[in-house]
């Protein structure tokens, strides 16, 4: 009742109703999220971060709720390196269609010792075009780097990062590495690079 009643806007009779849910049920982590989003209709964006903690509290592992508070702290400027944590979740959501499932272990920032890593651009056109801005610091840490990308990106890419392998796809689900794939020790995904390189305003380029 309180999910009808957030879509159609009547957000006072959803918090009201998911209120009397706290008193049910003190431990579900959706019912924390969907107040949230209520109160996010009403624009009280510190009382939505207050339910959204609490979700997490719960289930630590909540996608849409790591996601959505990602998000709002981003937008407040808050480019902690907490918040992108919070933020790379958006790619795990329900909402997104884009998934790959490549056979190489995760880089977990470890020293490299020039070993090749792919950076996969697994969102939308539009974050990769975002997130890439943090490539070239990337690069300047590591060497042995090949960039995998949609394809309408390639050609820019090629030409922004020259001497980076840069390899296209049209379809996230059918990607072909061709001689590269034994060449490969570790992946990471363009959306974790602000992550480790963008964690306060002074981080990004002027």
């Known amino acids: 009742l309180g999910l009808i009643y957030t879509a159609q806007k009547e957000y006072d009779k959803a918090i009201e109703y998911f209120y009397c849910c706290y008193k049910l049920d003190t431990d579900s982590a959706d019912v924390y999220y969907n107040a949230a989003l209520a109160y996010l209709g009403k624009y009280e964006i510190k009382a939505a971060q207050k339910r959204l903690y609490r979700a ?3 289930y630590p592992s909540h996608i849409e709720a790591n996601a959505v508070l990602g998000m709002l ?12 944590k919070h933020y790379s979740f958006l790619r795990k959501s329900s909402e997104s269609s884009l998934r790959t499932d490549l056979p190489f272990p995760h880089w977990r920032n470890q020293d490299l010792k020039d070993r090749p890593l792919l950076v996969v651009g697994e969102q939308g056109i539009g974050d990769q075009v975002i997130n ?15 960039l995998l990308c949609d394809n309408r990106l390639k050609e820019i890419a090629e030409r922004s990062f020259p001497g980076v392998i840069v390899i296209g796809y049209a379809d996230i689900k059918n990607i072909q590495l061709g001689e ?15 992550q480790r390189y963008r964690c306060s305003v002074d981080d990004f380029p002027t």
């Open 56 to 58: 997490l509290q719960i």
């Open 132 to 146: 890439l801005s943090c490539f070239n610091d990337l690069r300047k840490d590591y060497g042995k780097l090949i």
């Open 73 to 84: 702290l981003l937008t407040e400027e808050k480019y902690s390196a907490n918040a992108w």
């Open 180 to 194: 590269y794939e034994n060449y490969i020790d570790y992946q990471t995904t363009v959306c974790r690079l602000p």
